[in-house]
């Protein structure tokens, strides 16, 4: 029997070609989606399970809680990982990581390197295997470096150089690290990134560690005992914290916040998004909500597909009710014809899972390229994968086809035979599923407008200074009569318009105004800042070398730290820094402008001159002319006055562009699956209209014979589909309204959600109904009633 099901099957398929390509290519659509993004949710789901220590393994979490606010930062300092090992039995050990910027050596070149300090058990903890060297000892002297495979592949041209210098330079000297172990390469889907790394040590040797209780600055984790309770370590390490940081709260009244530490699982670092995380080692963290959002682009499609299927199934009925009417007359039973269409439905979804396959292979690069990641197929050689996609399998055949089976197989005979079954007219299933795919269809379009509308408004909006021809060049820290230099000979040359010194980070502080603690961003600049950026001066005046005091007793303010404070007016103000036991007074208000993304709001900042603050940051002004010309200028000069330092600069357009990189890549994919279920919608209904048409084709040739006009007979055959597309229209309104305001509230700056955002859906989905219901409605309004009729 089985035999005689495929065989049967197969004749089907081959007979009805247009509706088997349909199916086959509808299905093959939505299943290529599915196994792009369950490689993707297996990637982000998976992220650091090769560790084996993984599930002891814990970063320690910081909670600051004030009267206005709430604020969790993964940092510490480097006194609380020992101090909690110490006070705390549950903890095995701790481990501290933070990034430092270098300088390497390599021959004549000068490269950038980014460091990672750990401590020495780090290896011995963390399951990131060595190509060479011991775990257990590798960082064990502090004059060691250990590269990954690929570093010290690009520094020796080998990976076997353990024994081999790398200079770094420090302070103003070089300073030789031997290696001492390889990494092999470090998997993609580990959190822990990094080039190359040092002992902690080191830096307790140089006496660049940070001892306070009240400084947070670097990430620690700590290994717990199996059994260890991480709620109760964390209280413990309350208590710890309270005892010993009482003095440094006692002698920083203005630290307002109460601290309470908690332990986050390390297989949890990687999909939260609540903190700043990617530094000090940790990098590639992600928005769960994205793999949600991708699963359900994936989903609707797939479903999206399947009710083709169905529809299409239930619609050509009509054709196979003789086929069902004999087979019962001469004794088919219903079970027999349910398996039978079943095995259909099963052997046009192996098809579409083998052109699924072959569809994302070809789609890989480009969506790696969206995604930012290096998926492939053979990640699908996974138990639990296979077990996924073999569910997969079944699911969809049996959503596809166990309805049409069950409804198909109950024609009655008699009313089958004489074709009285009019099924498809009155089928309210299918014009439901209809509208539902075409809700979802309508919905991603929308959401696709938003995310346009959204990025355009991010990368075009007034940031408050000019980032065109606005070239940033870093790698002067600590060389200020060099900085000075180069300052002076950029500044002479026609194809620069200005020149101006910046300490190139925005730090936090706080400083008391009317008996008040306040906390403001903090920045380095020189006289020419304000001039090279343009940004306005609505109050005041500037710095200016004519008023000798500047450096030391002046500052300038945004308008925000106005508001902050609640002044009406800034200039002759004074700011008390009880932390430099200084007050200084404003000399000007600056207008506000986006010094960080738009995802935040404009934050009260300061501006200082303070010779302490060391400038390491030019901002060049480009003349418009031979951009690649004028750098190569540009590093002739830099090279002259810095010689050791690598060649570091790039264009503010680019760096603010880079904020929005992911909302780039979003609006892409979104997109992409916005396309592709409107596309797989309207094959669906391309379909849907063809049967009904011919359903309707006596009809047809009666009103022809009537005198009825192909116009006329076009809207007779298209009034039914935009109504329901109409209806989809409808029901996708609200739910895209709702679901694009949850999305926009990440940005402090947003768009409204317009009204013309869901004309725009509307229109382009009824037009793309009509043009594919239109073709075949015409289609069937030309065919010559005599043709039709002929057997009447």
Known sequence: MWKNYLVIGWRNIIRSKVFSLINIGGLALGLTCCILILLYVKDETTFDRFQQNGNELYRI???????????????????????????????RDVIRTQNQPFVVKKGEDFLSANVLFADPIFFEVFSLPLLHGDPKTVLSDIGSIVLTEEIAQSYFGSTDVVGKVVELKVNDQFVPFTVSGVVKSIPQNSTIQFDSMISFEWQVAKGWTNDEWLGFYMNTFVFL????????????????????????????????????????????????????????GITRTSNPVYSYILGGIGLFILIIACINFVNLAVARSLNRAKEIGIRKVIGGQRKQLIVQFLTESFLLTFFAFLLAFMLAQLALPPFNG???????????????????????????????????????????????????????????LTKGLVVFQFTLSICLVVGTILIFSQFNFLTTLNLGYNDER??????????????????????SMSEIAAVAGYNGNYNGTIAKVNDETIEFGYIGVDDNFLNTLEIQLVEGRNFSSEFATDPEESILVNEAFLKEVGWTEGVGKEVDFEWKNKKMKVIGVVKDYHFASLKEKIAPLVLTQDPKYGLQTLFIKLNEGNTAETVKKIEAVFRKHVPFMPFDYSFEEENNLKRYEREARWRQMITVGAMLSIFVSCIGLFG??????????????????????????????????????????????PISYYGGTVWLKEFAYQIRIEWWFFAVAGVFGIGIAMLTVGFEAFKAAIRNPVETLKNE
């Open 688 to 733: 849907l209209a063809a049967f009904n048409a011919e359903s309707r084709v006596k009809e047809v040739g009666v009103r022809k014979v009537m005198g009825a006009s192909v116009g006329s007979i076009v809207t007779l055959l298209s009034t039914d589909f935009v109504k329901l597309i109409l209806l989809a229209v409808l029901i996708a309104v």
């Open 61 to 91: 979490k910081v909670t600051m809680t004030s009267s206005e606010d709430e604020k969790v930062i993964a940092s510490t300092n480097s006194i609380h990982g020992p101090s909690f090992k110490e006070g705390i039995p549950e903890i």
């Open 470 to 491: 606005l070239m940033k060049l870093n790698g002067m820290r600590g060389n200020r009569a060099g900085m000075e230099a180069i300052k002076q000979e950029l500044a």
């Open 225 to 280: 005992n199996p059994d260890a309770d991480p709620a109760q370590v964390g209280s413990k390490m309350d208590q710890i914290f309270e005892i010993n940081a009482a003095k440094e709260l006692a002698n920083s009244p203005g630290f307002r916040e109460r601290v309470s530490f908690s332990l986050q699982p390390f297989m949890d670092i990687h999909l939260d998004n609540g903190m700043d995380n990617d530094r000090n």
């Open 370 to 428: 969206l995604a930012t990641k290096k998926l492939s197929l053979s990640y699908l050689l996974d138990t639990n994968l296979i077990l996924v996609f073999a569910g997969l399998f079944v699911l969809t055949g049996l959503v596809a086809g166990l309805y049409p089976a069950l409804v198909i197989s109950g024609f009655s005979p008699t009313k089958s035979l004489y074709k009285r079954d009019k099924l498809v007219q009155r089928n309210f």
